[in-house]
Every structure is written in structure tokens, then in C-alpha cells.
């Protein structure tokens, strides 16, 4: 556990007053200003001094955000394409990284600078990513990789890319495995969009032809990838965070319920109708049980015991969503024969066409939700196993070198 | 409004005193020995229901000699009595009918009553289902008839809970001015009561004749609206109960999973039983979240409670009815047998996901309310 020392929240206030009084978001761009706020330590309060904080308790952010907010009415929030550099970059370098690489790197991830993305999955390692085969070769002082990455979000836009590869294919699997910082412009490296179900690509594919990475770019020792890799998967679920829309009857269950009352009358039986109205309204019901469930559960964490309520939500979440989805084109009928938006192929973007458009495209893309972020079926693994205690399978994999495990 | 879903000690100690209790007196070879007497409960536990733990007055106002407690504390305990399946007159007289003395009947009824119901003297059964097989208030046919300076009753109920065994019927019916409640007293002329022999044994039932059954109005004016809360804050402790069920359910699956062994290893090693076991989770956390917002509903007095009602005995009904019979797929042939405790929890299931009506008949109550 980190230990964090004190501050009065005035003091933090006074000095956020302090920041603006230097640069203040209505007249400085964001950049500018994100870089200011590193140096007033005012980024992530809770990282050291130098680093963009004050060495203070997570809990303090929220005073500066709020100090920023009351006096000014721009705010630079963190860009949408550093979610993952902001979530997950930051900390494994300042768990990990050199002083070189915290002192250059940290201050441009926040400002929005530089873009990072994070190349763990692979194809032929979906849900056992320890199984992993991109090979990393010492040679001299550099590693020579070559190897497939998929499903990796903003390549496309990265200059720095968190990897983990093979460094010792006879170690078992979780054991032979090196956490790499990828320079995403060096030789070698070719990012291609992934098109989905949708014609759109919200990811890429990223190929490695004999791309060369200098050992100091090694997070975390040779064979210790999976431990750094766990902090950031760590720091992911915490960025993702829990579920279900926080009004009564909103979110998607909002435009559920907009193309119920729109429907076109007459266009079923009464008895079909009769049906149709019955899963409506268990969608309802199952949305306000998520909703109700992250109440239940941010209830519990606040009284320090938090239950099970918790990770039951992404299993739930997903199969709920499609479920709302499937609804929502069976109340349309006929009209879910057509594809507004049309299937060509390009990058992802925001989506503003009609009601009826929109459940369309959230019906295709909401295949992913039981499938991103952990399979249904490995949730239910772990379920199984880390809440109510049930017997994991026998393992085939287990105390084997990599190199003999059978893969597709 | 958020609800907060916060329990605080007093609540914990009140579950940890009524479950320690609970194991003591109401273990499996007790309920199966209460399930097959004719009362359906034992007098004795109740008495001490009523007199140590305070419980059969528990939602009893202290003036009226109970409790004075809320939903919030209903919730508690009727989770611990749907996981030791007791068979008690509880959900009849001391909430159902509790209810609807406190919603509707005159001071001089309650007076009557309420205090000897805390006491455990005196159980009380509202009847208002009929033969028609309508759980909604707008189902009640039997209509009154004037005879002198009272009321006379002729018709049938259904589905009493305790009805049999009752001091005390709170009949519902019908007159101009809409719903009312009219109480008829055991041993009352044409009143004929039969005990029905029931799907779950663990809950008596009971069907009533009324002919030209003597019956004193204790209402004043249409009930028809305070009716309609009593049954939902029915539902919302039902579901608690429910939820007590579903997670005694999950817990027997588990272990059983944990310890059954076969073709050499434990049966829950499969993804076939664990994923069961995880859907059950799920099913039993959403179960909690859906009874707990109702019954914090109650207790607040939210103005959604009635939806949140609806919402909770649909999710909770399902819940239960689920876990039970999941519990006995993952225990095998030994969960078929009369031996093992898994089919009194289905039974109690299924009898309470029917009782004042099923998952989806709560469902539409819901789409009504919200305007689906």
C-alpha cells in the first residue's frame, strides 16, 4: 500500500488558484495548459512531486477538478485517445518505468501529446493472453520482435504502445513472458484497421517485422511481463469501471422504450403485441437491476464490505445489452431489414442518425460486450472459482514450456 | 431519490439473532415436522416468535403493543425465514393482514387485533382472491348484501393464507362505493373453511364458503387504492423471503459442487455445473438489489414503491424458481429424492412465485405503471 501524505484540501484549492492565476483554460488551448497543470503537480495529485502530483491521497483529484471547474468555464478534460495512456500508461511507468522514461514521458501523456495503446491480445491468444507468441530475440543491446497484435485501440493514432512478447519459449507460459515499451514509428511496425461486424474499425491490427526495441525499453526485469502486465490489466478494469445507466429507465433503455411508443400500429397481432410488450418491459427490468446492482455495490464498498454485487456486472451488463438490442429490432419488424448507415468500411466515428439507425448499428456492435474485456464464459469462470470457491479445470498447460503447448 | 441500501449494525445483529435463532428452532427436521401437522406451524415457536424476537409484531405500531419497526427490518427478517423455510403464519397474519388492518380498518378493529397479533394470541387472514383465478383487486366479485343494521357475506375465497386455522377472515368485497373490508369472525354462521391441500407444504392455504355469513364492515369508504399498496407491500417482503430462498439454494449447490466427486474430480471442476453455479449468482444478486430497493421504497415511502414492488416479485419470483431447480439438476438423483431438502425449497418457489401473482403477471403490473 502506498503511503500518501496529508494536505489541507484549502492548501490544494489555493494551489489549483495559483495554476489558473498562471494559465487559465479559457484562454490557453489544451495542451498548454495540461502541461502547466503537470508542473503545479496538479495532473494526478497522487503521483510523487515531480511527476505531476503532490505525493496525496487519490481521493484529493476531485478537489482540483472542482477548484478548476468553479472558476473556470472551460475544462480541459483528459482527451478521449489518452484513456488508455492516462489509465493504464501512467501507472506502470511510474511502477516500472526508469527516472529517463518518467521524467519524458509522463508529462506528455497527460498533456495529450503523445497517444499510447496497449498490445497484449493476439489472435491466436484471445482469453489465454498468457499464451502469447509474438517472440522478442536478444540481440546486442536490442530485442528483435516479430510477431501479430489485434484488437488494439488508437495504434492507428499511438506513438507509444505497452508489449508484452515471448522472451523464453521453454519457460511455462506465464514465466517466459517481457513487457516492452513499443516506439509505434519505428521501423517495422505496420498498423492496419480491423473492420468489424459493423463495416467500422474501432481497432487495429498491428504487424512486427524484425522491429527492433533497445533493452532499456524493457518495463520490469526479462521473464516478469505477466506481473507488470497484471498492474495494467489492474489499472483497466478500474478505468472501465461499473455499470448500467445511472437514471431510472435511461440510456439504452431510454431509445428502447422511444421505438416501443413509435412502433407501427397494427403491424403485429394483438397476442404477438402482447409479447413483444412483456420482453420490453424485462428489458426495463433488467437495466434498473443494473443500475440498482452498482448502487447496491458502491453502497457496500463505502461501508468497507464490498460483496460479490460487483463483478457480477460485466457478465450481467453484456448479456443484457444484447438482449435490449434484440428487442429493440423485433419491435421495429419489418423496418430492421434495412441498414441505414450502409457497411463501408472506415474508421470508427460518432453516430448521429435516426433512432431507428442507431438500434441497428448497437445491434451488431453488441455482439462485442460478451466478448471485449473477458468472455461471458471466462466470467463465469471466475465467478465460479473466485466467489462462490469452486475447483478450477485441470490444467494441460500447467508446468509445461510454452513451446510444447498445442495452439491453433 | 437514491437509495442508499445501507444497513446499519442494529440491522446485522437483528439478522445475525434471528438466524442464529432460526437454526436452532426451525432446522430441517423441524419444518419437515411443522409441514406435516395440520396447523402447519408450531404453536410454541410462534409464541416464542411473538414474545422473544418480538417478530409477529414486528411492523405493529408500539401503541398497538409491536415492534414499531419499518420494512427495512422486515426485509432482514423475512430473508432469514425464506432461508430456513419456516413454516410460520407470518407472511399472513403479521404482514398481509397487519397490513391491511394499519391501511384500512377502523381504530376500534385495530385495537382489537393488532395488539393481540404482537402477542401471538391471534392470527389474522385476509381473503380477498376468488375462484375467478384473478390476483388484481378488480377481480373481487363477492359482493355485500345489507341485513339490518349490519352485513351479510355469501360467496367463496381462495388461496387464504392460513385461512383455516385464522381467529380472525378479513374479507374483501364489493359494494357501491367499491372495495371494502369486512371481518368475520371464526365459528361464524355458514362460514366453511377448507384446508387445501397444497403444493408446498410449508405454506397453508385455505379455501372459505361464505353463506349468509354475518360480517362487520371495518372499513369506511372505497379501499380499492389502500388495497393495491397493502398487496404490493406484500410482494416486496415476499420477495425478501424469496431472496433468502434462492440464496440458501445457491450455497447448497455450491458446496455440494465442491464436494461431489465423480469421473475423479469435483463436479463444479466442470463448466457445465460452474456456469450454472455463476448464472445463479447473478440471478440471486439482481434477486437482492430488486427486493432491497422495494422494501427501501416502503420504508422511505418513495413514490416509485409500487413499481419498485411490481419490479421486485417478478426478478425475485424467477430468481428463486430458478436457483431451486438448478439445485436440484446440480445435485442429481439425490436432489429428486423426498430424502433430500431441495424439493421443499422448489416447491416453496413455485408457490410463492403464484402467490398474488406470477413473474409475468407483475411484469404487465409494471409496463402499466410505467406506461410501456
Known amino acids: ?408 | 431519490m437514491a437509495l442508499d441500501f445501507s444497513f446499519s449494525e442494529e440491522h446485522e445483529e437483528l439478522r445475525a439473532t434471528v438466524r442464529a435463532f432460526l437454526q436452532e428452532t426451525s432446522d430441517e427436521q423441524a419444518v419437515r415436522q411443522h409441514m406435516a401437522s395440520e396447523p402447519g406451524y408450531d404453536s410454541e415457536l410462534w409464541q416464542q416468535l411473538a414474545e422473544q424476537l418480538g417478530l409477529a409484531g414486528l411492523i405493529i405500531p408500539e401503541e398497538h403493543g409491536g415492534a414499531g419497526f419499518g420494512y427495512v427490518e422486515l426485509l432482514v427478517v423475512m430473508e432469514e425465514m425464506g432461508r430456513a423455510l419456516l413454516c410460520a403464519p407470518f407472511l399472513g397474519t403479521s404482514v398481509l393482514a397487519t397490513n391491511a388492518l394499519l391501511a384500512c380498518a377502523d381504530e376500534l378493529t385495530q385495537k382489537e387485533l393488532l395488539a393481540d397479533i404482537a402477542a401471538g394470541r391471534k392470527l389474522v387472514s385476509l381473503a380477498h382472491a376468488e375462484a375467478n383465478g384473478r390476483w388484481d383487486l378488480a377481480g373481487v366479485e363477492l359482493r355485500t348484501q345489507a341485513a339490518g343494521d349490519g352485513f351479510e357475506l355469501s360467496g367463496s375465497k381462495r388461496w387464504v393464507l392460513d385461512g383455516h386455522g385464522a381467529d380472525v377472515l378479513l374479507v374483501v368485497a364489493r359494494s357501491d362505493a367499491g372495495l371494502e373490508l369486512f371481518r368475520v369472525d371464526a365459528g361464524a354462521k355458514g362460514l366453511d373453511r377448507s384446508l387445501v391441500p397444497s403444493l408446498d407444504l410449508t405454506r397453508k392455504l385455505a379455501h372459505i364458503e361464505l353463506a349468509a355469513t354475518p360480517a362487520r364492515r371495518v372499513s369506511s369508504g372505497d379501499q380499492t387504492a389502500a388495497l393495491e399498496r397493502v398487496l404490493a407491500l406484500t410482494c416486496a417482503a415476499l420477495a425478501a423471503e424469496q431472496v433468502g430462498g434462492a440464496q440458501m439454494c445457491l450455497e447448497m449447490a455450491t458446496e455440494y459442487a465442491k464436494t461431489r466427486l465423480q469421473f475423479g474430480r469435483p463436479i463444479g471442476s466442470y463448466q457445465a455445473i460452474k456456469h450454472k453455479c455463476a448464472d445463479m449468482l447473478v440471478a440471486v444478486e439482481f434477486a437482492k438489489s430488486a427486493a432491497y430497493a422495494a422494501c427501501f421504497a416502503a420504508a422511505n415511502d418513495e413514490q416509485d414503491f409500487q413499481e419498485l414492488a411490481a419490479l421486485a416479485k417478478s426478478t425475485c419470483s424467477e430468481a428463486y424458481f430458478h436457483a431451486a431447480a438448478d439445485n436440484i439438476q446440480i445435485h442429481g438423483g439425490m436432489g429428486f429424492t423426498w430424502e433430500h431438502p431441495a424439493h421443499l425449497y422448489f416447491k416453496r418457489a413455485k408457490a410463492s412465485d403464484l402467490l398474488f401473482g406470477d413473474a409475468a403477471h407483475h411484469r404487465e403490473v409494471l409496463a402499466g405503471l410505467i406506461g410501456i
Not at chain 1, 500518501?4 to 484549492?13: G, I, N, Q
Not at chain 1, 439507425?357 to 469462470?381: D, H, P, V, W
Open chain 1, 1 to 408: 500500500m502506498a503511503e500518501y501524505r496529508t494536505m489541507e484540501e484549502a492548501e490544494l484549492r489555493q494551489r489549483t488558484r495559483a495554476l489558473l492565476d498562471e494559465v487559465h483554460p479559457e484562454r490557453t488551448d489544451s495542451i498548454s495548459f495540461r502541461r502547466a497543470q503537470y508542473e503545479h503537480g496538479l495532473a494526478w495529485v497522487h503521483f510523487p512531486e515531480g511527476h505531476g502530483g503532490l505525493g496525496l491521497s487519490p481521493k484529493m483529484n476531485v478537489v482540483v477538478h472542482d477548484e478548476i471547474s468553479k472558476h473556470s468555464k472551460v475544462v480541459h478534460h483528459d482527451p478521449p485517445a489518452s484513456i488508455i495512456g492516462i489509465g493504464m500508461g501512467a501507472p506502470v511507468v511510474l511502477t516500472y518505468g526508469s527516472e529517463e522514461m518518467k521524467r519524458t514521458l509522463l508529462q506528455r501523456i497527460f498533456s495529450g501529446e503523445d497517444i499510447w495503446c496497449q498490445l497484449f491480445s493476439e489472435p491466436s491468444a484471445g482469453s489465454d493472453v498468457a499464451g502469447l507468441a509474438t517472440r522478442a530475440v536478444r540481440d546486442g543491446d536490442d530485442w528483435i520482435l516479430n510477431g501479430q497484435k489485434v484488437w488494439t485501440t488508437v495504434a492507428h493514432l499511438s506513438k507509444w504502445g505497452m508489449l508484452v512478447a515471448r522472451t523464453n519459449p521453454d519457460a511455462a507460459k506465464h514465466d517466459g513472458l517481457s513487457y516492452f515499451l513499443l516506439d509505434m514509428e519505428a521501423p517495422g511496425v505496420e498498423v492496419r484497421p480491423l473492420y468489424q461486424i459493423t463495416g467500422e474499425a474501432e481497432f487495429n491490427e498491428v504487424f512486427l517485422t524484425d522491429v527492433r526495441i533497445p533493452h532499456e525499453r524493457m518495463l520490469g526485469k526479462e521473464g516478469q511481463g505477466w506481473q507488470v502486465a497484471i498492474t495494467t490489466l489492474m489499472n483497466e478494469r478500474v478505468a472501465i469501471g461499473g455499470g448500467g445507466s445511472k437514471k431510472k429507465g435511461g440510456g439504452a433503455t431510454a431509445q428502447l422504450l422511444k421505438l416501443w411508443q413509435e412502433r407501427q400500429p397494427g403491424a403485429v397481432s394483438a397476442s404477438q403485441e402482447a409479447l413483444l410488450r412483456d420482453r420490453v418491459t424485462q428489458c426495463y427490468i433488467d437495466n434498473e437491476l443494473l443500475r440498482l446492482t452498482s448502487q447496491r455495490a458502491r453502497a457496500a464498498q463505502s461501508s468497507g464490505n464490498p460483496g460479490p454485487e460487483g463483478s457480477v456486472s460485466k457478465l450481467a451488463q453484456a448479456e443484457i445489452n444484447k438482449r435490449l438490442w434484440e428487442t429493440a429490432i423485433d419491435v421495429m419488424g419489418a423496418d430492421g431489414l434495412s441498414f441505414e448507415e450502409g457497411y463501408e468500411l472506415r474508421q470508427a466515428a460518432t453516430h448521429s442518425g435516426s433512432a431507428k439507425a442507431l438500434a441497428k448499428y448497437q445491434f451488431l456492435r453488441s455482439r462485442a460486450n460478451s466478448i471485449e474485456g473477458g468472455t461471458s464464459e471466462i466470467m463465469r469462470n471466475i465467478l465460479g472459482e473466485r466467489v462462490l470457491g469452486l475447483p478450477g479445470e485441470p490444467r494441460v498447460d500447467k508446468n509445461v514450456p510454452w513451446k510444447d503447448v498445442p495452439r491453433s
